[in-house]
């Protein structure tokens, strides 16, 4: 009987995975790379946006979501360096702790004469579908780019976040310790909900019929268009050629969750790769690049 498969969209899954990796001296083994190192793909199309961006002097803020122990954020230093910006507008993000200390060692290894912790990129511990902790962690700062390599590939395969209306459940049931403010650009008809701890969705229970559900790209979608300036890009470097469906999503008032009100897609590259074993009867296998665009008020529809 094959094994089931692995829990992408876990937080045990990603920490147990990266933990391993790290010896007692919490030295990485190897560094991993989804859907390749980004030279290709990722890199050019920031280099691009960096180029023509305004905030290029010095100040372009680049986020790179779910880090993990790819070397991704070491080429993204060359590129600041390469063009005289401040590497320091880096920053780092995963919700694993392993994994930010194995993006650091990687950063060592490329740099490895500069030993001040003001001489590396920033790194921060936050959950991307949890308002509270991500803004916690951000600090409302914004970012000229996001760059999301295979990220929200891991985020399509977790459970949908189930937001609860306050006044319907008791504190008790509730668990209000956990109660968070939800991000500022989810609709008025939802202000009054709260997002139902993680560990509490494999609890199988009724759940009250005015709660919702909500799969969890689109709250990823919302909360990257809250801290991205207008015109920022998110770069995605995805396995599905159907990543950015939510943008097809009826932009009509009923519509709670209308993400392309947020961002239009620029641009879609497939990418071919190349089969390792060289069988000419191995299937194709493609990636995709998507250019997604923040909108701002001037945007048409």
């Not at 190897?30 to 890199?43: V, Y």
Request: hydrophobic fraction near 45%; aromatic fraction near 8%; charged fraction near 20%.
């Amino acid at each position: 009987m094959p094994g089931s498969p692995p829990d992408y969209g876990s937080i045990a899954y990603w920490e147990n995975r990266f933990a391993s990796e790290l010896n007692e001296k919490e030295s990485l083994r190897n560094e991993f790379e989804w859907l390749g190192d980004g030279s290709s793909t990722l890199l050019p199309a920031l280099t691009e946006h960096l180029q023509v961006s305004s905030s290029a002097a010095k100040s372009f803020g680049v986020l790179n979501i779910g880090c993990g122990n790819s070397a991704l954020h070491v080429a993204v230093r060359s590129l600041y360096e390469q063009h005289g910006l401040d590497f320091g507008q880096i920053l780092n993000l995963d919700y694993s702790a392993s994994a930010l200390k194995a993006a650091s060692v990687i950063e060592q290894r490329a740099f490895p004469s500069q030993s001040n912790a003001q001489e590396h990129m920033t790194y921060k511990l936050a959950d991307l579908l949890q308002w509270s902790s991500l803004n916690g962690a951000l600090q409302n700062r914004v970012f000229d780019a996001i760059l999301d390599k295979s990220t929200a590939d891991a985020i399509a395969t977790a459970a949908e976040v189930v937001l609860l209306p306050i006044a319907s459940v008791s504190a008790a049931a509730a668990g209000l310790a956990y109660q968070e403010s939800l991000c500022p650009l989810l609709p008025l008809s939802l202000r009054s909900y709260m997002t139902l701890p993680p560990t509490d969705t494999r609890i199988a229970y009724a759940l009250p019929p005015d709660a919702k559900r909500i799969h969890p790209v689109r709250l990823l979608a919302v909360h990257l268009a809250a801290v991205v300036k207008p015109g920022g890009i998110w770069l995605i470097l995805s396995y599905s050629s159907i990543r950015c469906e939510f943008l097809q999503d009826s932009a009509f008032p009923e519509d709670e969750l209308a993400i392309n009100r947020l961002w239009v897609l620029d641009r879609t590259v497939p990418l071919e790769v190349e089969d390792a074993s060289g069988s000419a009867f191995a299937p194709k296998v493609q990636h995709w690049c998507y250019a997604l665009r923040r909108r701002d008020h001037n945007d048409a529809l």
